[in-house]
């Protein structure tokens, strides 16, 4: 079982991600890096040291993020029987505590299915103002009732040669169709309003297919933008109380469930404080520091 994303800057939140779909089954992770200028190559070779397969792939072109996809589902081929297409803050909540893979095998029954379709619930802020220090699964509770929108998991043999996608599916070849996923048994919990301090970073450059810069008069109805915020970087004052009509806690549950460190009481992704304190920018002393570190380690294991 494989995922492939595509993002920028996601150095702050890859390590939940990872952590958290590798406990539900998922084994291999292909990251389409979009020029990112954070710390990112690093957070990837710390989980590649802790034994995760995982891949970085740099992609620099804007908006192509469907033609990503398709690169990404060629490599997939060799490596995986499913590969599911999801963003760095989407993340499959499977209620009954079942791993991905055997939700998959169950809803599969007929060789036929090629594609499964998740829904995915849009979370809000939670009445957060502030960054949730252990994790966005665990921080965001407060979501727009309906679901937003879908996204897929594939089984490669059965894409069409084309490689024809439309970011949120593929088209399949003759004999193959999809199945929509009943959201009681499978959703994707998308943290896609978080707090300001996040979220106010999608006015600048962004992987989105069809909003390159929210702050250009282009697409303003796309469902890429946020609704009623135009096009300028500022913080309305009810902010981190808007997208919230549920509370819907279920994935956070599950969380504090299986994820928990019973030791030291902290999620397995959360880093200690004294990791908190090492908050470094590319290109400072303190970040040559531990890339030297980091290269020194490299250079020890290949002797």
């Not at 998922?26 to 397969?53: H, K, M, P, T």
């Not at 439309?166 to 896609?192: C, E, P, Q, S, W």
């Not at 009623?228 to 806690?249: H, K, M, Q």
């Amino acid at each position: 079982m494989c995922v492939c994303t595509m993002t920028r800057n996601a150095a702050a939140v890859l390590r939940e991600w990872v952590m958290y779909h590798a406990g539900i089954g998922v084994q291999r992770w292909f990251i389409y890096d979009n020029n990112s200028d954070d710390d990112i190559i690093a957070e990837i070779e710390n989980l590649e040291r802790r034994g995760y397969n995982i891949s970085r792939h740099f992609w620099p072109w804007i908006k192509t993020q469907e033609a990503g996809f398709s690169n990404c589902a060629i490599r997939a081929k060799s490596d995986c029987d499913w590969i599911a297409f999801i963003d760095v803050d989407e993340f499959f909540y499977i209620p009954s505590g079942e791993t991905l893979t055997s939700v998959i095998r169950n809803y599969t029954t007929t060789d036929s299915i090629g594609e499964i379709r998740t829904p995915c619930h849009s979370f809000g802020p939670s009445g957060l103002r502030s960054r949730p220090r252990s994790g966005v699964t665990s921080g965001y509770t407060c979501r727009v009732v309906l679901p937003e929108r879908h996204k897929s998991i594939i089984r490669p043999e059965a894409m069409n040669a084309t490689l024809i996608n439309v970011v949120h599916h593929f088209h399949l070849r003759d004999g193959f169709t999809f199945a929509d996923m009943d959201k009681d048994i499978m959703v994707i919990n998308h943290y896609k309003y978080q707090v300001w301090e996040v979220f106010k970073e999608k006015f600048y450059r962004r992987v989105a297919t069809y909003v390159a810069d929210w702050q250009n008069e282009e697409n303003v109805g796309s469902r890429d933008r946020a609704p009623g915020l135009g096009t300028r970087p500022v913080e309305p004052s009810d902010w981190a109380e808007r997208f919230c009509e549920v509370n819907d806690t279920g994935l956070r549950d599950q969380v504090f469930e299986k994820f928990k460190d019973k030791k030291t009481q902290r999620l397995v992704w959360e880093k200690a404080e004294e990791d908190d304190n090492v908050r470094f920018k590319k290109g400072s002393s303190a970040h040559h520091r531990i890339a030297r570190k980091i290269k020194k380690q490299i250079n020890n294991k290949a002797h």
